[in-house]
């Protein structure tokens, strides 16, 4: 009980801050006014060139599977999708890719990569049925335009539109994530290697990557952040030495992506698939290399093993939220910054409490309303998974339907209207500097 209580009394710091905002003004459908470019960070704020605060309310945006391009232009025109992001009222997309993309994009024609992945996967069907989809739905895709080429064209849509764009290097080869076989955890240069959780995870090519997007960005105006690793996760003998390897990695990322492209927000994640920032309470991470640009990273699904629900107790589970990485919001400490809850979400099809709980599960809707609670009791940043109805393949399958998008399968519009009701409790801000 001790414990418990030093944890409530955490949580309760944290959500003690004061000044009320006005909420924002109506949106107008279709088009935002993007925020004075760059933003910075200022005690846990956000803030743009005039030193207002920016709340990110992001929406992610698959582009690190094996086609390397962002999904869902086989469905729909990518006016079409950037729209619907902007008339829902996101202001941001979390924008992921793999380190791949960056050594394959600049010179890999679509058309190349969705023949060669084909033929690696034996799945003519992703050539010959859903590639055609494409150019029919987004003509503008023509023989010589590369993968590269269409993460600008998705990038500079949306900004055109008023949105802002996060880029995540979600895994170093371009598959679905994330796993601790999948060979995209954790670095390979870090001690206690094994082949399951690193073999893919080259440090030096993820260096490079990061540095490229960082100077690619840089002729993408709409391009506001780079978070420098998704999701990473230690398994078997890694991160056994007080997490030496994290600090070390982290902040050459840091530094390079900062001389690369000076007007970036950096974004760090924690271990433990980005749940886990607790040693930052003992040993701040050097961060002066990017001052005023540092913002942490936080995930938490239902099933995510650091915050456990097993009395269904939602004051435990915003507890555990506190205690592992929402901590960073109390204000002038060494680790005091921004904090974005960069994934949660939930299945959008619940079955047997269906009508009870507006198609979701009973043990999602616990948890989605436990977490949309924390979340405006702290007015965090945060980018919902995931705007994807489908991918042009996953796992194997072609043309797969996500049940997770927030999207319906044609990426029409929503999937489960429920579930925009869930979160619009997020949009306000109610908090500021
Ligand atoms: C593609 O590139 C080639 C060589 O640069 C050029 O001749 C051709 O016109 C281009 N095709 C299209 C559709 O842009
Ligand atoms: C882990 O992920 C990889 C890549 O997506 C996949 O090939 C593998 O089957 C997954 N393993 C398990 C146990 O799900």
Request: one cysteine or more.
């Given at each position: 009980m001790k414990v418990l209580s030093l944890l409530l009394t955490l949580v309760t710091g944290i959500s003690a801050l004061p000044n009320p905002l006005p909420q924002d003004p109506a949106p107008t459908p279709g088009v935002k006014t993007p925020p004075p470019l760059p933003l910075s960070t200022s005690s846990r704020w956000i803030l743009d060139a005039n030193n207002k605060r920016v709340k990110l309310r992001c929406i992610n945006w698959a582009g690190h599977l094996e086609t390397n391009i962002p999904e869902g232009l086989h469905r729909q025109p990518l006016d079409y999708i950037t729209t619907w992001i902007a008339t829902q009222n996101f202001n941001c997309v979390r924008l992921t890719f793999s380190s791949d993309l960056t050594f394959s994009g600049p010179t890999t024609p679509v058309h190349t990569s969705f023949t060669t992945v084909s033929q690696q996967q034996s799945k003519p069907a992703l050539i010959n049925d859903i590639y055609p989809l494409i150019i029919t739905k987004n003509p503008w895709i023509t023989p010589n335009t590369t993968t590269l080429d269409v993460f600008a064209a998705v990038v500079d849509t949306l900004w055109s539109k008023g949105i802002i764009t996060i880029l995540d290097n979600h895994v170093s080869k371009a598959s679905w994530c994330c796993n601790l076989t999948d060979g995209n955890g954790w670095w390979d240069t870090a001690s206690g290697y094994?082949?399951?959780?690193?073999?893919?995870?080259?440090?030096?090519?993820?260096?490079?990557?990061?540095?490229?997007?960082?100077t690619w960005a840089k002729s993408h105006p709409g391009v506001v952040g780079l978070?420098?690793?998704?999701?990473?996760?230690?398994?078997?003998?890694?991160?056994?030495?007080?997490?030496?390897?994290?600090?070390?990695?982290?902040?050459?990322?840091?530094?390079?992506?900062?001389?690369?492209?000076?007007?970036?927000?950096?974004?760090?994640?924690?271990?433990?698939?980005?749940?886990?920032?607790?040693?930052?309470?003992?040993?701040?991470?050097?961060?002066?290399?990017?001052?005023?640009?540092?913002?942490?990273?936080?995930?938490?699904?239902s099933f995510t093993v650091t915050f456990p629900d097993p009395f269904?107790?939602?004051?435990?589970?915003?507890?555990?939220?506190?205690?592992?990485?929402?901590?960073?919001?109390?204000?002038?400490?060494?680790?005091?910054?921004?904090?974005?809850?960069s994934e949660f979400g939930v299945g959008m099809q619940g079955s047997e409490v269906d009508s009870q709980?507006?198609?979701?599960?009973?043990?999602?809707?616990?948890?989605?309303?436990?977490?949309?609670?924390?979340?405006?009791?702290?007015?965090?940043?945060?980018?919902?998974?995931?705007?994807?109805?489908?991918?042009?393949?996953?796992?194997?399958t072609v043309d797969y339907d996500e049940t997770?998008?927030?999207?319906?399968?044609?990426?029409?519009?929503?999937r489960n209207e429920r579930f925009r009701q869930k979160i619009q409790g997020l949009y306000a801000v109610t908090q500021g500097p």
């Open positions: 094994n082949p399951f959780n690193s073999r893919f995870f080259s440090t030096s090519s993820w260096l490079s990557s990061l540095a490229f997007m960082a978070g420098l690793r998704n999701e990473l996760r230690a398994f078997l003998l890694q991160d056994l030495n007080g997490r030496r390897d994290w600090y070390a990695n982290i902040q050459r990322a840091g530094n390079l992506v900062h001389q690369a492209n000076k007007d970036l927000l950096i974004l760090v994640g924690g271990a433990q698939s980005s749940t886990d920032l607790v040693h930052l309470k003992t040993r701040m991470l050097d961060t002066s290399g990017w001052e005023g640009k540092n913002v942490w990273e936080m995930h938490a699904y269904k107790n939602c004051d435990l589970v915003k507890a555990g939220y506190g205690f592992w990485s929402g901590f960073v919001l109390e204000q002038d400490r060494p680790y005091t910054g921004p904090l974005i809850m709980y507006g198609g979701l599960n009973e043990q999602d809707h616990r948890y989605l309303d436990c977490l949309v609670g924390y979340l405006e009791g702290n007015d965090a940043e945060w980018a919902v998974w995931a705007i994807q109805g489908g991918y042009y393949i996953r796992e194997g997770w998008g927030l999207m319906d399968r044609e990426w029409k519009g929503w």
